[in-house]
């Protein structure tokens, strides 16, 4: 029997052998609690933290509270040999070039596996040369040029308890070395990677991992940029890899989905139907803000993400630059200077939330494979400080939280008041409205602002909510409150502060149709034999459960079935909008775009949704990253009217009666076999680890209209010299 990295993963699971890898390989080493000095209280770091024995010997609040870095753009200038900054944020709104949109970019599937793609054409050597940048055409964007990012997959080490160096996994600024390989200085959080609406990136990524003693094999990867409008061969489909020692292209096109004509007032063929998304003006409501990126591999994503392959990636359009330069809002991250801010105080924080589990040295972040509940960590960290300080002053922040945690759920409020909640998820709400406190779920980001112009001299964020395993959280405590970071609130009251208030409007927002819905479909989240499931199936890459009408609207009702575990669930390609949570109304923060459903126990979402632009496929899944890992994911795939997703296992698109969620109604090609024994074989659940450049050289990825059809076999592109001949070790 070949062993394969999966096998070995699952080999841990099915016979119970140690499936824990990294230190001691026991989750909450015990050994620690000495070192630690107490923690008591519900969520590990407590009361107890507060009163100065954190963990490791650290005294809460005493580190201080970083900003992420900003990737630079890899362009070197030529004439002093200094890198560009990647962020471009000329010209201004409401001109012309700001305007420009996508008609230029080029579509289809990721060319770099294509040889015989136009720019592709001269190429005959492993030469730098030959590995073109600019490859979707020239003149593309704002400036008339992309922007080209190049990141590596790094191992590395991060304090985040100070002093004391742990072992994580990083994405790095890279650059070449030598002839071809990328290579850098994994950090956590990664870099984050500011963009413009309009102006495409491409994103080169080199899988440098390699074979992880501990896991006895070398990890794929995966990058998903969550809550953008992506490209499905630039979506971190869970198996459309980076391979080890390889690269990958990411292209985000940066446009948001455009209004889409009637397909039927257009008379339209399939062909022009499924170009009509791609007409008319964008969809304002639709245009993200507040986004990130983190690995997506199939099976893994839990263990890579916890060492730490996360970060931020935030983004501008016209009506966002123009509340900046009105006043509005507080000047985008990192450009503090941009005209009309006489200061230079950074006021636009993204803070990563994430709890961490180490060793009993601290320098390990163990993860154990056997945990199906999801991993949970018992100390606190923001943009990888354990519970840090923050000295602010006497004026509003712009403060973008996301939970970057693999399984824990937080429940926020001020020490002293509330946040003006600015957005959900990626995007703005049609005007800010008063939060007094709210709860963020994995992957969830909460976009607020905090008036620190009247606060006291010490202001504390707390988590009120109660956790104690994966399954989820116990509820909301108030005595028992954990602080995750203090504010430290300095100087006298700023007299030139951005006008943001309860009511500023922000963003127009737009509501599907119920007249524009082709289709209900349900999904019941369920857990079997101890893993985790979607209508009574595990995932499957090469199964489409789902097939909607390119550019139509549907309505997706999704249930938790699963007892008390709590589902937070992540749609790729689209905001969805809900009309009714756990059939009521929604919580005004759920009313307009979000792209996590959180499911509660026994919880209901239901939700309108768009499908356009782009042919998948595409996923949505669970987003404890342990249940998604352990197959709570399903596959759809938007495709022109008639036209069939080239998965197998096809469910009509067009069945709006379709209520049997156990597979009656549709062949069953889930891909898991009964029988543990046969996960090896061909046809099982271990389908070609190669990716997607053999298993998908039939298909259309991408954009529907493929402006570019291979003229014979595609073959990857020319490999690394490291890159090795066969990654199963
Ligand atoms: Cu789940």
Not at 34 to 60: L, M, Q, V
Not at 199 to 226: D, W
Not at 395 to 407: G, H, P, V
Request: glycine share 10%; proline share 7%.
């Amino acid at each position: 029997m070949k062993i394969t990295r999966r096998s070995l993963i699952r080999g841990t699971v099915a016979t119970g052998l140690a499936g824990a890898v990294g230190g001691t390989g026991e989750l909450h080493a015990r050994g620690r609690d000495k070192r630690r000095g107490g923690s008591g209280g519900n969520n590990g770091t407590t009361a107890a933290a507060k009163r100065g024995s954190g963990p490791f010997g650290y005294t809460p609040f005493t580190a201080t509270f970083e900003l992420p870095a900003v990737l630079n753009d890899a362009v070197v200038d030529p004439s002093d040999g200094t890198v560009q900054n990647g962020l471009n944020l000329s010209p201004s709104a409401g001109t012309a070039e700001a305007s420009v949109g996508s008609e230029a970019v080029y579509h289809g599937f990721a060319p770099e596996y294509q040889r015989d793609h136009p720019v592709h054409a001269a190429a005959n050597a492993n030469t730098p040369a030959n590995e073109k940048w600019d490859r979707f055409g020239n003149g593309v964007g704002i400036g008339g040029s992309e922007l080209h990012y190049q990141l590596s997959v790094e191992h590395g080490t991060h304090q985040f308890i100070p002093g004391i160096d742990t072992r994580i996994f990083g994405y790095a600024s890279a650059s070449l070395d030598g002839q071809y390989n990328l290579s850098g200085h994994g950090t956590f959080p990664a870099p984050t990677i500011l963009a413009r609406q309009g102006q495409p990136i491409m994103m080169r990524v080199q899988n440098n991992l390699g074979k992880i003693g501990e896991l006895g094999t070398a990890p794929e990867c995966s990058v998903h940029l969550h809550g953008d409008h992506t490209p499905a061969h630039s979506d971190g489909y869970p198996d459309f890899y980076i391979l080890p020692g390889r690269r990958r292209d990411y292209y985000y096109p940066n446009i948001g989905p455009r209004h889409s004509a009637e397909p039927a007032a257009l008379g339209a063929s399939p062909e022009e139907i499924a170009r009509a998304g791609n007409t008319g003006p964008y969809s304002p409501s639709d245009l993200p803000t507040t986004m990130w990126y983190h690995e997506h591999g199939m099976d893994i994503t839990g263990y890579l993400v916890s060492r730490g392959l996360a970060g931020f990636y935030l983004i501008q359009d016209d009506l966002e630059l123009d509340l900046i330069q009105r006043r509005v809002l507080p000047a985008f991250y990192n450009t503090p200077t941009m005209p009309g801010f006489a200061d230079d105080t950074v006021t636009d924080i993204p803070l990563a939330l994430m709890d961490q589990t180490f060793d009993s040295t601290g320098t390990e972040l163990p993860y154990n494979f056997l945990d199906h509940n999801g991993r949970l960590g018992d100390v606190f960290t923001i943009n990888g400080t354990v519970q840090p300080k923050f000295e602010v002053e006497r004026r509003k922040y712009r403060l973008r939280f996301l939970n970057a945690s693999n399984a824990r759920i937080y429940h926020l409020r001020l020490s002293n008041g509330g946040f003006i909640q600015l957005g959900q998820d990626s995007w703005e709400f049609p005007q800010a409205i008063a939060t007094r406190e709210f709860t963020l779920a994995m992957a969830q980001r909460v976009d607020t602002i905090v008036d620190f112009s009247d606060a006291p001299d010490e202001v504390y964020l707390e988590n009120l909510m109660v956790q104690k395993d994966g399954r989820g959280p116990k509820g909301i405590s108030r005595r028992n409150r954990t602080p995750l970071m203090k504010f430290v609130v300095k100087g006298p009251r700023h007299n030139n502060d951005v006008s943001v208030d309860v009511g500023t409007p922000l963003r127009p927002f737009e509501r599907i149709q119920e007249s524009e819905v082709r289709a209900t479909r349900y999904f019941k989240f369920v857990r079997r034999n101890g893993a985790w499931q979607i209508n009574n199936h595990f995932f499957s890459p090469r199964t489409t459960n789902a097939t909607p009408v390119l550019n139509s609207a549907e309505r997706w009702i999704f249930e938790n079935s699963s007892g008390g575990w709590w589902h937070p669930v992540h749609i790729h390609l689209e905001a969805h909008e809900i009309v009714k949570y756990n059939g009521k109304r929604p919580p005004p923060q759920y009313r307009y775009n979000v792209d996590v459903s959180v499911l509660e126990p026994n919880g209901t979402s239901e939700f309108l949704m768009k499908f356009r632009t782009f042919t998948g496929p595409f996923v949505f899944h669970c987003h404890n990253l342990e249940h998604e890992d352990i197959r709570m994911m399903n596959v759809f795939d938007p495709r022109p009217e008639g036209h069939e997703s080239l998965n197998n296992g096809t469910r009509p698109h067009n069945d709006d009666t379709f209520q049997d969620a156990y597979g009656s109604t549709y062949r069953d090609h889930s891909g898991m076999l009964e029988n543990e024994e046969d996960w090896d074989q061909d046809g099982g659940l271990f389908f070609d680890t190669e990716g997607d450049v053999e298993v998908l050289a039939d298909r259309e990825v991408g954009f529907p209209a493929n402006d570019f059809v291979p003229g014979g076999q595609i073959e990857p592109g020319p490999p690394g010299p490291d890159a090795p001949d066969n990654h199963e070790d």
